[in-house]
Nanobody, 122 residues
Framework: QVQLVESGGGLVQAGGSLKLSCAASGSIFSINVMGWYRQAPGKQRELVAAITSGGSTSGPADSVKGRFTISMDNAKKTVYLQMNSLKPEDTAVYYC???????????????WGQGTQVTVSS
């Protein structure tokens, strides 16, 4: 079993930056892909970006391209999301996810963190 703990969320003004971190524990040997999702009030959860243990990335989503960067410390199974030039529409709960395969990321076969709130004020 894998446990994920996010940190780094908070309140920031538009144009500012935040860096989210997500540390995995437990059966981390099973993790080959990690990613970040977000869910804004009244909206569906969406994939922001994902990265494999080999460094291949998926995303980031068009809405954050050029502003957000995902990275991973594979030895520690810790994934990061550097968020720059934040906009009010980036306000959401950001969730970390991990899985053995890319198909499993974000599904019932993967693991989820508890989420961290990011609020961007205008």
């Amino acid at each position: 079993q894998v446990q994920l703990v996010e940190s780094g969320g908070g309140l920031v003004q538009a144009g500012g930056s935040l860096k989210l971190s997500c540390a995995a524990s437990g059966s981390i040997f099973s993790i080959n892909v990690m990613g970040w999702y977000r869910q804004a009030p009244g909206k569906q959860r969406e994939l922001v970006a994902a990265i494999t243990s080999g460094g291949s990335t998926s995303g980031p989503a068009d809405s954050v391209k050029g502003r957000f960067t995902i990275s991973m410390d594979n030895a520690k199974k810790t994934v990061y999301l550097q968020m720059n030039s934040l906009k009010p529409e980036d306000t959401a709960v950001y969730y970390c996810a991990a899985a053995t395969t890319p198909a499993g990321l974000g599904s019932g076969f993967g693991s989820w963190g508890q989420g961290t709130q990011v609020t961007v004020s205008s």
